[in-house]
């Protein structure tokens, strides 16, 4: 069985201020981790992704997620906020029966 | 190229009509999802197959109906159309094995009236 919780349904910062969007999950497998972004009326673009590599993996857009198996965490990181970062961001868990299980989304707000 | 794209993106049908959503994929991916996003955005899997064989078939009801003339292509069939049917419908695809990225359409905005 699989999990995902995203701890926050929105988040608001300021530009140029740091974003951290907040990912648990909970897997009977060794799973593999996604982060994905929704813009307005857009389909869902892959950010990052995790698979047993380094822990600390690095997306597009200068976003950042690091894996932390004792906290069974994969937070989203950000060191400044863009406005176009405003999205809706989905943290995702994929195991060994790949279900791919999708978090509820959250909700960054940047404001100017 | 588009990978994965979708048609109708919009689609506005009055209750207890049937409707179709097309998917194809130009990824030699074999494996294609249908997800229904609510208006809460909350993704939900709907079907999966994996070389035009159903694998996933979550609780949806049997108004609607995949299906997969070949690896590349999964349509969504819905059947007498219910308000509740309103939904952005996200086709997607990836290779099988666990840990692939999965890409997906650009949404299908379906509204019934």
């Known amino acids: 069985a699989q999990s995902v919780t995203q701890l926050d349904s929105h988040v608001s910062v300021s530009e140029g201020t740091p974003v951290l969007l907040r990912c648990n999950y909970s897997?009977?497998?060794?799973?593999?981790l996604f982060w994905y972004v929704q813009h307005p009326n857009k389909g869902l673009q892959l950010l990052l992704k995790y698979t047993s590599a380094a822990t600390l993996v690095k997306g597009i857009n200068g976003f950042e997620a690091e894996f932390k198996k004792s906290e069974t965490s994969f937070h989203l990181t950000k060191p400044s906020a863009h406005m176009s970062d405003a999205a809706e961001y989905f943290c995702v868990v994929a195991g060994g029966s790949y279900i791919p299980t999708f978090g509820r989304g959250t909700s960054l707000i940047v404001h100017p | 190229d588009t990978a994965v794209s979708q048609t109708p993106k919009y689609l506005v049908t009055q209750m207890g009509n049937d409707k179709s959503i097309k998917c194809e994929q130009n990824?030699?991916?074999?494996?294609m999802y249908w997800y229904k996003q609510d208006s809460k955005k909350f993704l939900k899997i709907m079907f999966s197959?994996?070389?035009?064989?159903?694998?996933i078939n979550e609780t949806v009801p049997n108004r609607f109906s995949p299906k997969s003339p070949d690896k590349a292509h999964l349509n969504l069939h819905i059947n007498s159309l219910e308000l509740g049917d309103s939904a952005v419908y996200f086709c997607?695809?990836?290779?099988?094995?666990?840990?692939?990225?999965?890409?997906f359409g650009e949404g299908s905005w379906l509204t019934v009236v």
């Open positions: 197959y994996n070389n035009k064989e159903l694998i």
């Open positions: 897997s009977s497998y060794s799973p593999s």
């Open positions: 997607a695809s990836s290779q099988a094995q666990a840990g692939n990225t999965i890409y």
């Open positions: 990824l030699g991916h074999d494996t």
